[in-house]
T-cell receptor
Framework: GIQVEQSPPDLILQEGANSTLRCNFS?????LQWFHQNPWGQLINLFYIPSGTKQNGRLSATTVATERYSLLYISSSQTTDSGVYFC????????????FGTGTRLQVTL | KAGVTQTPRYLIKTRGQQVTLSCSPI?????VSWYQQTPGQGLQFLFE???????NKGNFPGRFSGRQFSNSRSEMNVSTLELGDSALYLC?????????FGQGTRLTVV
């Protein structure tokens, strides 16, 4: 099956710093989503981005489908950005099953 | 627009018992998927239902089963619970593109 790798696994930032999270995947996809898991376990949708670039406030994402990677940018980080960020993909030609990466655990300190 | 609703939020069960979890998807979504999240294995796909039919199944033992009703609500059942079934169970509701997750059911088996 498709492999999804996220890096870095852990990241500690000071408030106000910027960061880039990476997601590499091993096959072509027709769905790529970024999620933020809050402390209570819920997965919050950040971006649906099978290709191209999107921005939402301090967050933006870029997926280069032909090179099989996606990047999530967090600018001017805040303590509320802390948590685990997941990338999830669905291979082209499959149904709704998403394959998740192992996540990047982000801690933003004061 | 109401989100994905999972009930109950928390459960404590004894080894050998069985449990049923419920998921109500977003209105109009016909696909419901279930995922198990554990610290050791990450987020793993259990199964997906679309219009009352199981469309996809992950690599879990037969003790894990599910169904979907005509109103798209879904239930998953775990029989003969084992300690290793302790996990966060997440349900995802999908339309044509992105998936949205419920708050999860945290199951503890003692």
């Amino acid at each position: 099956g498709i492999q999804v790798e996220q890096s870095p696994p852990d990241l500690i930032l000071q408030e106000g710093a910027n960061s880039t999270l990476r997601c590499n995947f091993s096959d072509s996809v027709n769905n790529l989503q970024w999620f933020h898991q809050n402390p209570w376990g819920q997965l919050i949708n950040l971006f649906y981005i099978p290709s191209g670039t999107k921005q939402n406030g301090r967050l933006s994402a870029t997926t280069v489908a032909t090179e099989r990677y996606s990047l999530l940018y967090i600018s001017s980080s805040q303590t509320t950005d802390s948590g685990v960020y997941f990338c999830a993909v669905r291979p082209t030609g499959t149904a709704s099953k998403l394959t998740f990466g192992t996540g990047t655990r982000l801690q933003v300190t004061l | 627009k109401a989100g994905v609703t999972q009930t109950p939020r928390y459960l404590i069960k004894t080894r050998g018992q069985q449990v049923t979890l419920s998921c109500s998807p977003i209105s109009g979504h016909r696909s419901v998927s279930w995922y198990q999240q554990t610290p050791g294995q990450g987020l793993q796909f259990l199964f997906e239902y679309f219009s009352e039919t199981q469309r996809n199944k992950g690599n879990f033992p037969g003790r894990f089963s599910g169904r979907q009703f005509s109103n798209s609500r879904s239930e998953m059942n775990v029989s003969t619970l084992e300690l290793g079934d302790s996990a966060l169970y997440l349900c995802a509701s999908s339309g044509d593109t992105e998936a949205f997750f419920g708050q999860g059911t945290r199951l503890t088996v003692v």
